[in-house]
C-alpha cells in the first residue's frame, strides 16, 4: 500500500489496486481504512482533505520504503531464474527415510532470506565457535534472542548442516561444507526434503492453478494421508519459491513455475510409497541434552501441536530422576510425575505444559480450578506449570494463591545442566515445591554444597592417603584422626568435622567400593586416582539397571 502510495491517492482507489492488483477480494474499505490508519499513526502517511481525501507518503514514509522489499503485483509477478539440483542433493533427496519431520523449524533470515543466512551463519561456526559466541553473532547481525537461536542451531542441526563439536559448540558438518560449496536453494531444497516430509510433493497438488496454504493443507491431508498446518505448509512453500519452483500469484496465492517439468517425477510422487512421517519427538529419549534443551524451546512456542512440548517435558524431567507417566487429553493432566522413592517419602507431581506462539504465558491460559480437580483426581502432592515464560503478575499471582509452581523453559534448561553437574534426588528437588510461584533455584542451593563438600572431600580423603604411601614409620597407614587433621590443615573444607571424615574412610573402605583399605583402626591407600575412579564407575554402570 505505502508504494503504492508514491502517486497520492484516495482509499477507495487503494481497494481497488489491492483487488486488482495483488489479488485481495476486500468488499469494504475498512480494510483500507484500518491500515492507514497505522500508517498515520506512525507517521507514514498524511491525508489531505483539501486535495480530494487524497493520501500522501510523508518524508519518514519515503525513507522507509525505500529501505523494504515488497510482493509484486499479480502484473509483474515473475518466474525466478532455475538452476537444477546437484546430483549429489537429488541422490540426498531420493534417499528413503521413513523419520521424516513435520515441522521444518526455525530459519534465520525469514521467508526471502533464509538462503543468504544460512550461508553467513554456516560460514561462521565454519572452524568450530563456542554456543554463547553463536547466539553473540545472531544478536548482533539478526536481532535474535538467545531462545531463537537455539531453535537456529535445532534446525540446522536436524537438517544435518551443522554439529556438535562439543558440549557447548558448534561447528559446519560435511554436508554443510559441500552446500557451501555452491549454495544453492535449490540444494538446500533437497537438504530440507531428505528430513522433512511433504515438500517436493506439494508441487503434485497445485493441479495447474494458484491456491492458497489453507487448500494445499487440506489436499495434502486428503492425497497424501498427511497432516500440515497452514503455516507448515507456507514454510515449505517458501523453500520451493526460493528454488525457482513456485511462484506468488498473489498476497495469499502461489502457483508451480514451468521449470517443475526438470525436477524428477520419483521426488514428486515418491511419497506415495512412503509410511506417515513419524511424530519428531518420538525418539527424544536419544536427544543429547543440549538437543532436549533446543526441542523444548522450540516446541515451547509450537502451540498447533501441544502434545510435542508435553512430550519433550516428559523426557526433561525424566533426566531429572522422575518416572513419568504421559497423559494428555481433554480433562487430563498432561504428565503426571512419581518421585522415585519410598512410599514413606514418595510424592506425585501433576504437570500440566502450555506451548504459545508468542512466547510467554498469561493468566487466561492457565485455568486454576482445572489444576485444582487434577491434583484431586490423581491425588497429587504438588502442581507445575510449564511454558516458554511467565511474566505477567496476576498469573504469579494466582499461582501463589493455588500454591503451583511456574517453571519457564529457561528455568527447565538451568535444571537439567545442573542435574548433570550435581545429581539431585527427588528429595533435594522437593524443596523447591516449598515456595509457589516462579521456580527459585537458589532453593537447591544448600543440597548442591552439600554435594559439593563431599566430592572435595572424597578427593582430599584419597589424596591424603596417597600422600603418605611412602611413610617408613607407619607404612603409610592412617588413622581417622590423622586423615581428619591433614585435611582440615589443608583449609580448604570450612567447620570440618571428624564424624564426616570417619564415615568418607567408612564409604571407600566398603568392600563394595573398596577404594582403601582398613587394617585395625588405620587405612590406607589402594591403588591411583584413575583406579578409584574405575571402581566408582563400574559400581556407577551398575546403578543403570
Same mark, same amino acid.
Given at each position: 500500500m505505502?508504494?503504492?502510495?508514491?502517486?497520492?491517492?484516495? &482509499?477507495?482507489?487503494?481497494?481497488?489496486?489491492?483487488?486488482?492488483?495483488?489479488?485481495?477480494?476486500w468488499k469494504q474499505l475498512s480494510e483500507v481504512q484500518s491500515r492507514l490508519k497505522w500508517s498515520r499513526d506512525l507517521g +507514514?502517511?498524511? +491525508?489531505?482533505?483539501?486535495?480530494?481525501?487524497?493520501?500522501?507518503?510523508?518524508?519518514?514514509?519515503?525513507?522507509?520504503?525505500?529501505?523494504?522489499?515488497?510482493?509484486?503485483?499479480?502484473?509483474?509477478?515473475?518466474?525466478p531464474e532455475f538452476v537444477p539440483p546437484s546430483e549429489w542433493a537429488l541422490q540426498i533427496a531420493l534417499k528413503n527415510n521413513d523419520s521424516k519431520n513435520a515441522n521444518i523449524g526455525f530459519l534465520v533470515g525469514g521467508s526471502t532470506g533464509f538462503i543468504s543466512a544460512a550461508i553467513q551463519i554456516l560460514k561462521f561456526v565454519d572452524d568450530g565457535v563456542p554456543e554463547a559466541t553463536f547466539y553473540s553473532f545472531l544478536a548482533q547481525q539478526y536481532e535474535l534472542s538467545k531462545s531463537s537461536a537455539k531453535s537456529a542451531i535445532s534446525t540446522l542441526t536436524r537438517l544435518g548442516l551443522i554439529v556438535r563439536s562439543g558440549a557447548d559448540s558448534i561447528r559446519t558438518s560435511a554436508l554443510g561444507e559441500k552446500w557451501l560449496s555452491t549454495p544453492t536453494a535449490i540444494?538446500?531444497?533437497?537438504?530440507?526434503?531428505?528430513?522433512?516430509?511433504?515438500?517436493?510433493e506439494l508441487l503434485g497438488?497445485?493441479?495447474?492453478?494458484?491456491?492458497?496454504?489453507?487448500?494445499?493443507?487440506?489436499?495434502?491431508?486428503?492425497?497424501?494421508?498427511?497432516?500440515?498446518?497452514?503455516e507448515y505448509i507456507l514454510a515449505r512453500l517458501n523453500i520451493l519459491r526460493a528454488a525457482g519452483l513456485v511462484v506468488k500469484t498473489s498476497s495469499l496465492k502461489f502457483t508451480v513455475a514451468n521449470c517443475v517439468s526438470e525436477i524428477p517425477e520419483a521426488l514428486i510422487s515418491?511419497?506415495?510409497?512412503?509410511?506417515?512421517?513419524?511424530?519428531?519427538?518420538?525418539?527424544?529419549?536419544?536427544?543429547?541434552?543440549?538437543?532436549?534443551?533446543?526441542? +523444548?524451546w522450540e516446541a515451547a512456542r509450537d502451540s498447533q501441536h501441544p502434545h510435542r512440548l508435553e512430550k519433550a517435558v516428559s523426557e526433561a524431567f525424566g533426566r531429572l530422576g522422575y518416572r513419568c507417566a504421559l497423559l494428555g487429553g481433554s480433562g487430563e493432566t498432561d504428565v503426571l510425575l512419581y518421585a522415585n522413592a519410598a512410599s514413606k517419602y514418595a510424592y506425585k507431581v501433576a504437570v500440566d505444559a502450555k506451548s504459545t506462539a508468542n512466547g510467554s504465558v498469561d493468566s487466561s491460559q492457565v485455568d486454576f480450578d482445572t489444576l485444582k480437580l487434577h491434583r484431586k483426581k490423581h491425588n497429587a502432592d504438588h502442581l507445575i506449570v510449564v511454558g516458554y515464560d511467565f511474566t505477567e503478575k496476576r498469573l504469579l499471582d494466582r499461582a501463589t494463591e493455588h500454591d503451583v509452581l511456574l517453571v519457564g523453559i529457561?528455568?527447565?534448561?538451568?535444571?537439567?545442566?545442573?542435574?548433570?553437574?550435581?545429581?539431585?534426588?527427588?528429595?533435594?528437588?522437593?524443596? +523447591?515445591?516449598?515456595?509457589?510461584?516462579?521456580?527459585?533455584?537458589?532453593?537447591?542451593?544448600? &543440597?548442591?554444597?552439600?554435594?559439593k563438600r563431599h566430592a572435595s572431600l572424597l578427593a582430599e580423603t584419597l589424596k591424603t592417603l596417597l600422600s603418605q604411601n611412602e611413610d617408613p614409620v607407619f607404612g603409610g597407614v592412617m588413622t581417622a584422626r590423622d586423615v581428619y587433621w591433614v585435611v582440615r590443615n589443608n583449609g580448604g573444607l570450612v567447620n570440618l568435622s571428624l564424624i564426616e571424615v570417619k564415615e568418607m574412610l567408612g564409604f571407600?573402605?566398603?568392600?563394595?567400593?573398596?577404594?582403601?583399605?582398613?587394617?585395625?583402626?588405620?587405612?590406607?591407600?589402594?591403588g591411583s586416582f584413575q583406579d578409584a575412579a574405575r571402581r566408582l564407575s563400574f559400581l556407577a554402570d551398575a546403578c543403570q539397571g
Open positions: 505505502l508504494v503504492n502510495l508514491k502517486s497520492p491517492m484516495t &482509499a477507495r482507489e487503494l481497494l481497488e489496486t489491492a483487488n486488482n492488483e495483488y489479488g485481495a477480494s +507514514l502517511v498524511e +491525508l489531505r482533505e483539501y486535495e480530494n481525501n487524497h493520501y500522501y507518503l510523508t518524508e519518514l514514509g519515503i525513507r522507509f520504503i525505500s529501505s523494504i522489499d515488497v510482493e509484486p503485483t499479480l502484473g509483474v509477478a515473475k518466474e540444494d538446500f531444497a533437497c537438504i530440507c526434503h531428505a528430513s522433512c516430509c511433504c515438500l517436493f497438488l497445485f493441479d495447474n492453478k494458484p491456491v492458497d496454504s489453507k487448500t494445499l493443507s487440506l489436499l495434502a491431508t486428503e492425497r497424501y494421508g498427511i497432516k500440515l498446518s497452514s515418491r511419497i506415495d510409497n512412503n509410511p506417515e512421517p513419524k511424530d519428531e519427538s518420538v525418539t527424544l529419549s536419544a536427544l543429547s541434552i543440549n538437543e532436549l534443551i533446543a526441542e +523444548l529457561r528455568h527447565l534448561e538451568k535444571l537439567l545442566k545442573s542435574q548433570l553437574l550435581f545429581p539431585l534426588s527427588s528429595q533435594d528437588l522437593r524443596i +523447591l515445591f516449598s515456595k509457589p510461584g516462579v521456580i527459585d533455584l537458589d532453593l537447591l542451593s544448600p &543440597a548442591i554444597d552439600t554435594m571407600l573402605s566398603s568392600p563394595l567400593v573398596g577404594c582403601i583399605g582398613k587394617s585395625g583402626d588405620g587405612y590406607y591407600a589402594i
